[in-house]
């Protein structure tokens, strides 16, 4: 039976409308709702603050700039995130298209990524405080894995996102995403071996 | 655990990941029950992705959204219908979740809430988070009142996480026990009402008003009673309910380079205003992608403590250091934590 209470997805169709309309308090609404875990998806993508603010801040522009597009035919939070993974994956391309790159192989090339994003700014979670053993371990380990088995395993086990739901964010079907989540899964539980071994 | 057969590897991490559909995971578990070695992998993948829980979430910045909206402000975009539209998205947008969220959204296990004051927002988990400062009463006995960035989680009737920022709670007795964890600070409490604030892993803190908390923290605890804070000192007592009592904000623009503000009490009690310490920016202004603070410095009438009765009104004229360009939106916000408010009664 149906309650009368909007859902949360309801909640953003009913927001979406009004920024359609160019209601920029309702953007700000949807801003709130949705400016932490996108944050969390592009720090965990990169381990620098700084980068992950920048990656926020252009998603929500060109969310606000796409509003038009929008089609209320699935989440809004999907559709979000989508626009932010192709803004990250776009990125990505062209600084791996760089000279200094040329003649590095994908994971060489990703771990240069890494290495340069790392130096960028505040890589800490918090100013001044320097990342704990495990979670430096752990950085590295993910910061290993190529992007495709990385954003499957950030949505998957730190956004917590539903499969289907991972599967519409990344346009590939389910089946792939469970595959590189359990892929990405092994690929660190090799790496983080030792780590797992002093924790028993 | 052979290889190829079912379930793989895959279907496990799924089982581990709370993945899978009832009758998938009803065949996988009964598969593990038969074959430790099918156990001894689900146990070892779920051992391994706590490890992950080591990786903090983080909170953005203020700045982030006043770079967006300056971004979305531009000559491309229809001007903002007035100026008081530019100043007042706070109130705006309670007027939107009055009208989009029908209160009260329980979290998971914890009674309805229901919204007392501003505007809070539900997050994807099932608890709340404001863009400016809001009030809510959480099921039975159970206040808070949330500074504007707070984020708290509800994962149980008697637990409640605070994430980010910082949350007054008032907490009747009969609702005593309920227990409020930040980050690795927790607190039980025993019918009371305390400010807890939390900027990071390992910067909690706690300082108490009324009645009673027990802490503990990394296998450490103690109590703390009225007036006091743990760690000592961490929390101004002038903090304590202060900080929500604070005026709003209006502006009109007379000239580019002067923003005249008005502060306005609409609080039942006098406040005192007080310019904040350190130097630290007491606004936020940002147009056409710029933004800059404007300190005490640029506000004379704000370098000393200022009362202010209930319904009375401050002017002052912030100066900004360009001109801004003719017809163009400008957005000024000023953070929570600059402006020190002190409530007399």
Known sequence: ?200 | MSGGGFPDHSDLVALALGQLDPERERAVRATAAADPAVAREIQAIEHHLELHDAIPEIDPAPGVWLAVASGIAGPTTPAPRSLLYRFRYAAAAAAILAAAFLWPHPGAGMPPAERLFGSPVRTADGGYTCASIARLRLGDGVTVTMDSGARVGLPGKDRIQLHAGRVFFEVEKRRRGLVVEAGELRIVTLGTSFLVQRDGPGLAAVAVERGRIRYERNGSGGEVGPGESYPAGAVGQADLRGWFTRPTLEANLTDPTTLRVVLRNEMPDTIELAPPTGGEPLFYAGFAGHDFGLSPHSSPLLTESVALAPGGELGMELHLPRPVPSGEPLLLSYPVLGLRVEVRR
Request: with cysteine.
């Open chain 1, 1 to 200: 039976m149906r309650s009368g209470r909007r859902s949360d997805a309801e909640n953003d169709q009913w927001l979406m409308a009004r920024i359609q309309a160019g209601d920029l308090e309702a953007f700000e609404v949807l801003y709130t709702r949705y400016a932490h875990p996108l944050l969390n998806f592009f720090f965990q993508m990169c381990f620098d603050r700084s980068a992950a603010e920048d990656y926020l801040q252009e998603t929500f522009l060109r969310v606000w700039r796409a509003r038009a597009s929008y089609r209320p035919i699935g989440k809004v939070s999907t559709w979000i995130f989508q626009i932010g993974k192709n803004y990250w994956f776009n990125e990505r391309a062209k600084l791996l298209r760089r000279p200094f790159h040329a003649g590095a192989g994908g994971d060489e090339a990703q771990a240069q990524w890494s290495n340069v994003a790392d130096r960028r700014g505040d890589s800490s979670p918090v100013a001044g405080a320097s990342a704990g053993e495990l979670e430096t371990a752990i950085r590295e380990a993910v910061s290993g894995l190529s992007d495709k088995l990385r954003a499957a395993f950030v949505l998957a086990r730190y956004q917590r996102l539903p499969y289907s739901e991972i599967a519409a964010v990344l346009q590939i079907p389910v089946g792939t995403v469970k595959s590189r989540v359990a892929l990405a899964e092994k690929t660190l539980r090799n790496r983080l071996a030792n780590r797992l071994e002093e924790q028993e």
